[in-house]
């Protein structure tokens, strides 16, 4: 697949080169793509580009920004490169004020998450909410002694749910779909609580695992 990845931090690059791994062709996007020089230099056969071109480039794209930045990453990314598409959306609505007691604060409140918010102004493409409730390090391929975590995703559109399972199937994850978009109200404050045992004791070595019957 061609996949383009919307961001330059390490969520970005950390995508980028799992799908680099995996044989996808990627392009990774930034407002300012000389940032990604460094990048381009340590994995060739990875392209570089603006939020534009990066999104016009994918098949499917991975929004993976600032949570407060997400729809100004999406809105320069543009709704036509968008139309259609798989949007894989990693961000968390995470505020600029301090976490409490180790527990971050969100600009969103519990009855509407930042993907539905997103989904609702980009109504054309198709988002599906991931990788948002585990750190970076363990995106792909983790190895736990427990056996492979659960990734657990939602959105609209059952086609491009599929798609992600696979994506997840291939980097390493079981995949736990938890319906509409409304469930990210649930799926984003994960990221709250994978966060608390890092900031109250430093421990940021593990992932969650849906255990069924
Ligand atoms: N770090 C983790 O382990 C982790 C794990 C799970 C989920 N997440 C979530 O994944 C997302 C990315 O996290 P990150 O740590 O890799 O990076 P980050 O530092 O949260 O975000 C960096 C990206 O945000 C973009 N950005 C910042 N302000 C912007 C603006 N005003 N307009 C457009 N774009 C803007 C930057 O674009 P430029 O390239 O143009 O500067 C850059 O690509 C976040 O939402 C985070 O909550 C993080």
Same mark, same amino acid.
């Given at each position: ?11 970005? +690059? ?16 930034? =407002? ?12 060739? &056969? ?5 939020? !534009? ?21 999406? =809105?320069? /990314? ?26 971050? =604060?969100?600009? +969103? +409140? ?6 539905? #918010?997103? #989904?609702? #102004?980009?109504?054309?493409? %198709?988002?599906?909410? !991931?990788?948002?409730?585990?750190? !970076? ?5 983790? #190895? ?15 086609? /491009?749910?599929? +798609? ?11 995949? /736990? ?5 409304? &469930?990210? %109200? ?14 109250? =004791?430093?421990?940021?070595?593990? /992932?969650?695992?849906?255990? %069924?019957?």
């Amino acid at each position: 697949m061609k996949v383009g990845v919307l961001g330059s931090g390490g969520v970005a +690059t950390t995508l980028a080169n799992g799908f680099l791994k995996h044989g996808h062709e990627v392009m990774l996007g930034s =407002r300012t793509p000389e940032k990604l020089k460094e990048w381009a230099a340590t994995n060739s &056969a990875g392209k570089t580009g603006t939020f !534009a071109d990066a999104a016009e480039f994918g098949e499917v794209v991975v929004l993976a920004v600032k949570g407060s930045a997400a729809w100004e990453a999406l =809105r320069r /990314a543009g709704e036509s490169n968008l139309s259609g598409k798989v949007v894989i959306d990693s961000c968390n609505p995470i505020s600029d004020e301090p976490p409490a007691n180790g527990v971050l =604060r969100f600009f +969103t +409140t519990l009855n509407e998450s930042l993907m539905e #918010q997103l #989904q609702k #102004q980009f109504a054309d493409a %198709r988002l599906v909410k !991931a990788f948002n409730s585990v750190g !970076a390090p363990f995106m792909i391929n983790p #190895q736990f002694e427990g056996g492979k975590p659960t990734m657990f995703i939602c959105g609209n559109n059952e086609e /491009a749910k599929k +798609t992600v399972t696979g994506i997840l199937d291939q980097f390493g994850w079981e995949t /736990a779909d938890m319906g509409g978009a409304e &469930a990210a %109200r649930a799926i984003e404050p994960l990221c709250m609580l994978w966060c608390i045992p890092g900031f109250l =004791r430093n421990e940021w070595t593990h /992932a969650f695992k849906l255990l %069924r019957k």
